[in-house]
Nanobody, 124 residues
Framework: QVQLVESGGGLVQAGGSLRLSCAASGRTFSAYAMGWFRQAPGKEREFVTAINWSGLSTYYADSVKGRFTISRDNAKNTVYLQMNSLKPEDTAVYYC?????????????????WGQGTQVTVSS
């Protein structure tokens, strides 16, 4: 079965940086789009960013454009989220997601698998 394990969350001051990682297993990682979502207390889960199977196409929410970068290493079955210039409003649990179907267009992906989440807290 598909397993996604996030790591790298923590507490950081506003303006700081963090890098999240998501290690995937259970199927051919390089065939599937990967994404990051987040959920703040009392709010619904929201899309942050996604990357297609090859890594050549990415898609970002407006709120993180220019600050966050998604990347993947298909040899390591891992997707990353580099977060710079963090703001208190970025505080949330961050979830890694994997596409249900292979070779999907990155902004039209049905997300079928989820990690357990990692907490990111940005202090002001």
């Amino acid at each position: 079965q598909v397993q996604l394990v996030e790591s790298g969350g923590g507490l950081v001051q506003a303006g700081g940086s963090l890098r999240l990682s998501c290690a995937a297993s259970g199927r051919t990682f390089s065939a599937y789009a990967m994404g990051w979502f987040r959920q703040a207390p009392g709010k619904e889960r929201e899309f942050v960013t996604a990357i297609n199977w090859s890594g050549l196409s990415t898609y970002y929410a407006d709120s993180v454009k220019g600050r966050f970068t998604i990347s993947r290493d298909n040899a390591k079955n891992t997707v990353y989220l580099q977060m710079n210039s963090l703001k208190p409003e970025d505080t949330a649990v961050y979830y890694c997601a994997s596409a249900r179907w292979s070779y999907t267009i990155v902004d039209r992906t049905d997300w079928g698998y989820w990690g357990q989440g990692t907490q990111v807290t940005v202090s002001s």
